[in-house]
């Protein structure tokens, strides 16, 4: 196996190990959600007083009981939300690392390993870990681990089903709702898909990104697959606007070609100030970059040459829509 096909294989494994580290994320939180509506079950509801027709009074004891809440969540968060937490700040840093074996296979160690501990710096700092593995108060990760909205917006539905005397049935109903979602997503969950929503992807990129950069890499290979949801822009389909088919997977694109993507004005799944090289195709794209080495370049795509110790493309490869 020779070293494109080597890091070809890395680039299809980080996308799998992104997909499952966040199918797990959700499936832990789900069940963090799940526990903490037995809980508020068992130590608040049940406890509650009613009267005969099974409605919840409006009494001094009732809205007392209430304050339990933020104790109860307090516990879970201690527990649940701290293990989500530990589970995100590993599981980020090893895809820092597979990132790093990826510039390994064809650059030397010696290289690579100073600059790869530059760009594990700064994303630690951007998730806010300190050099000694804990979590700075303010932080990314730290915001999810003391965030209180979830605890809040219980207090709030139950305390208004206290003072308006439902019935008990209907506010565990509520409280279920609130709680794990019903059919919606959960409490938790959208509390921490604002931190953490496309995080593992963007972490991926920025990582790959920046190593390359500081090894002075200006190409890469738009890598993954193409499925039923895979959008224009990534080659999914044809696009009206452009009235072609996008053909990027498995392309090789310079710095300039890639930057040129953010001035396409709108498209399919576009984030909120777009950077090409950390969003790619948009929000929930599962593409990669994979920087390679100039002659690997020029090996795979025929107009690329080197200029002026400078590699460039005889005609940028970039369409405006």
Same mark, same amino acid.
């Given at each position: 196996m020779d070293n494109l096909q080597k890091q070809h294989k890395n680039l299809l494994e980080r996308i799998d190990y992104i997909e499952s580290k966040e199918k797990s994320l959700r499936n832990r939180? !789900?069940?963090?959600?799940?526990k903490l509506n037995t809980r508020l079950i068992s130590e608040v509801?049940?406890?509650?007083?009613?009267?005969?027709?099974?409605?919840?009074?409006n009494t001094a004891s009732n809205v007392i009981l209430l304050s339990q809440i933020d104790k109860i969540y307090s516990k879970i968060s201690d527990v649940e939300l701290s293990s989500l937490v530990k589970f995100l700040k590993t599981s980020l840093q090893h895809l820092v690392r597979m990132n790093e074996i990826?510039?390994? !296979?064809?650059?030397s160690k010696k290289k690579v390993k100073p600059n790869a501990a530059i760009v594990k710096t700064q994303i630690n700092q951007f998730l806010g870990i300190r050099k000694t593995g804990r979590l700075r108060q303010g932080g990314l990760l730290s915001i999810i681990q003391e965030d209180r909205t979830v605890s809040s917006k219980i207090y709030k539905t139950l305390f208004n089903s206290v003072i308006s005397?439902?019935?008990?049935?209907?506010?565990?109903?509520?409280?279920?709702?609130?709680?794990?979602?019903g059919e919606n997503l959960g409490a938790i969950t959208k509390m921490i898909n604002v931190?953490?929503?496309?995080?593992?992807?963007s972490i991926d990129r920025a990582a790959s990104s920046q190593i390359g950069n500081r090894l002075k890499m200006t190409a890469s290979i738009y890598t993954g697959n193409k499925i039923s949801s895979t959008r224009p822009f990534c080659g999914?389909?044809?696009?009206?606007?452009?009235?072609?088919f996008s053909k990027k997977i498995g392309q090789v694109f310079l710095d300039e070609e890639i930057k040129g993507w953010e001035s396409i004005r709108k498209f399919e799944g576009k984030n909120r100030n777009y950077?090409?090289?950390?969003?790619?195709?948009?929000?929930n794209c599962r593409h990669s970059l994979g920087y390679i080495d100039d002659f690997t370049a020029m090996a795979l795509r025929k107009d690329l040459e080197i200029v002026g110790g400078i590699l460039k493309a005889k005609k940028v490869r970039f369409k405006k829509w």
């Open positions: 939180t !789900i069940a963090a959600e799940e509801l049940l406890k509650l007083q009613t009267d005969k027709a099974g409605k919840v009074l990826y510039f390994e !296979i064809s650059t005397g439902t019935t008990l049935v209907d506010v565990q109903k509520q409280l279920k709702d609130v709680v794990t979602g931190g953490t929503n496309d995080l593992y992807s999914g389909g044809r696009d009206e606007k452009a009235g072609t950077n090409a090289k950390v969003h790619l195709g948009g929000h």
